[in-house]
């Protein structure tokens, strides 16, 4: 399932469809004593993790501490609310804690909490709680998220102990995992023999069939399934989204009898991906209900295509319209900022997202900010935003790494790095490029090689092309172009544009006209319609006075219809 129905779903997942079945049978045996109704209304209305500290507050005080139903939802809340912390610190203060409080708590540490804890949690409930068909759903969830196929085949092995397997909730949850985890002949074995399936076990098993690429049985599938519900169309429109197949999805869309928002951000969510803004924005402007999804769909997309404007004019619709954004629009938001360089806009923003008190702590939207603010030109601003962050990320490191290297400061970007290591945050392959473009656009030959050893040899990443455009941008800069076409003639991967590229700007900027021929030759088989490169050559010819080879050059651009496109600039004060 892709990112867009993972959003929209996850709010409605097994683990919480069934937690929420299992809040709903004690409610309706546990009476409510008179004293509790105005804290449940209370719990009803809050939003935030101060207005739930002042009901819990009012818990305590009126002595319902130990108030089963109200204690079931004030957990519930703190899922909702992100305070996993806060939900655990109530949960061991309640005296006897049933099943229904240990199976609410497992499934908020499902969503909040990384597996182990998780699991760690689920190993204490049994030693005074035996475990019911609720609580196994959530469990599953987050083996799925982590696809962690091991520990979930261990809680699979439990089930049938337990006797629970043929549960159709378990059973479904089970499929999906299997299938996430690449697993088909298991999901296709434990849905053929389900005693009983539902819509959501056939998405289920859709949805594994699309995962793993077997795209011609998900369609078989689907058109076996007795009846179908709305997710079932969206699995298949976004099935076939992630698949690249936008005129499959299409068709599936233009099918489905009751298209719903959920259909539309799919297929808008395609369109954006495949850069298609156009059909992306026709849909938008015919759906006649939009929710934040389709909204953030659509302002991201803008910004991911290099439209920014069109993304800020769209945030500022949505603004004008009073409709509150989440973290994905307020990202979309900030990358176009990025995009147009403009300082007081930039300001504007930052202020904005100040002051959403909902927001102020996430890592995602202060590595945004940052990274915002950087590219606006304002990095007294980003360093206050990174200092200030309580936990940094491996993202918040990058986007200042990256700020820094903007700005001419290449060796903070790589005390930056040292200090993220000694920190213990693990770099990916992303966090090396950009480390090792810092480098090269320092010229720090001797930095840059060692990140280049550390990568390969103590974090075992194979380097990408990517990579070695930054190496061979390096070595170039330096004048060491013989050691820059070693590093590509060695490379176990055939070089993209990037690569090569690297090295005729290398050869330009040394007049190393024979060099340059050959990188031209090379970068012409893979783009042969970017004339920036024939313009390239053409300079270089130009400062060895070989005024012949510059008209020849010239010729055969008017020949092919190459033409280079002038320079433009978004920025703004």
């Known amino acids: 399932m892709g990112l867009v129905l993972h959003r929209r779903y996850r709010s409605s997942s097994f683990a919480v469809t069934t937690a929420k079945a299992a809040a709903t049978a004690v409610y309706s045996v546990v009476p409510s004593s008179s004293s509790s109704l105005p804290v449940a209304s209370l719990l009803s209305l809050c939003r935030s993790l101060r207005s739930l500290e002042q009901i819990h507050s009012l818990i305590i005080r009126k002595g319902l501490e130990q108030h089963q139903v109200l204690l079931c939802r004030f957990l519930g809340l703190c899922s909702s609310l992100s305070a996993i912390i806060y939900a655990k610190e109530v949960f061991f203060r309640i005296s006897s804690p049933n099943i229904i409080h240990w199976n609410t708590l497992l499934s908020a540490s499902s969503n909040l909490s990384s597996l182990s804890s998780t699991i760690s949690l689920f190993n204490i409930m049994r030693c005074s709680q035996i475990p019911d068909h609720y609580s196994f759903p959530c469990l599953l969830k987050s083996c799925t998220a982590h696809l962690a196929l091991s520990v979930g085949a261990s809680l699979h092995s439990l089930l049938h102990r337990m006797d629970l397997d043929d549960d159709l909730y378990i059973r479904t949850s089970l499929v999906d995992f299997y299938g996430k985890c690449g697993q088909v002949d298991a999901s296709r074995k434990l849905f053929e023999t389900m005693l ?11 949805d594994c069939y699309f995962n793993n690429g077997d795209y011609t049985s998900a369609r078989a599938l689907f058109d076996e399934m007795p009846e179908r519900n709305g997710v079932s ?32 951000t799919v297929m808008i969510d395609g369109y954006a991906k495949a850069g298609d803004m156009p059909s992306a924005r026709f849909l938008f402007e015919k759906l006649s209900t939009k929710d934040i999804f389709v909204w953030s769909v659509m302002i991201s997309g803008y910004a991911q295509n290099c439209q920014p404007s069109h993304s800020l004019k769209l945030f500022l619709e949505m603004y004008n319209l009073e409709i509150k954004p989440d973290q994905a629009v307020l990202v979309g938001l900030m990358s176009a900022c990025a995009q147009l360089g403009r300082v007081s806009l930039a300001k504007w923003v930052d202020s904005y997202v100040g002051k959403m008190s909902t927001y102020t702590d996430s890592p995602q939207l202060s590595s945004a900010l940052i990274d915002m603010n950087a590219k606006c030109g304002d990095m007294a601003r980003a360093a206050f935003l990174f200092d200030s962050m309580q936990i ?13 290297s903007m700005h001419g400061s290449a060796g903070k970007s790589v005390e930056l790095f040292d200090q993220m290591l000694k920190e213990g945050i693990i770099p990916d392959d992303i966090a090396f490029t950009v480390i090792l473009a810092a480098c090269g656009q320092a010229g720090l030959i001797e930095e840059g090689n060692r990140f280049f050893k550390l990568m390969k040899d103590d974090y075992s990443i194979v380097p990408s092309p990517d990579h070695y455009a930054c190496i061979v941008d390096l070595l170039g800069r ?29 050869c330009r900027m040394h007049s190393n006209a024979e060099l340059a021929e050959l990188a031209l030759s090379r970068i012409y088989e893979i783009e042969p319609h970017n004339a920036g490169n024939f313009v390239s050559i053409s300079n270089i010819y130009a400062a060895q006075n070989r005024w012949a080879d510059v008209s020849q050059i010239r010729m055969l651009m008017r020949s092919k219809g190459l033409r280079k496109i002038p320079g433009c600039t978004w920025i703004y004060s």
């Open 233 to 264: 169309w969206n699995v298949m429109i976004g099935g076939y989204v992630n698949a690249g197949d936008l005129i499959t999805a299409r068709e599936v869309f233009n099918m489905m009898p009751e298209r719903n928002v959920v259909s539309f």
């Open 478 to 506: 330096a004048g060491m172009l013989k050691e820059a076409y070693h590093i590509v003639r060695s490379m176990p991967i055939g070089p993209h544009a990037g690569v090569w590229g690297a090295l005729l700007a290398a």
């Open 392 to 404: 940094r990320d491996l993202v918040s490191y990058c986007s200042m790494m990256q700020g820094y």
């Open 196 to 206: 009983y399936r539902n819509e959501v076990s056939w998405t289920a098993m859709i």
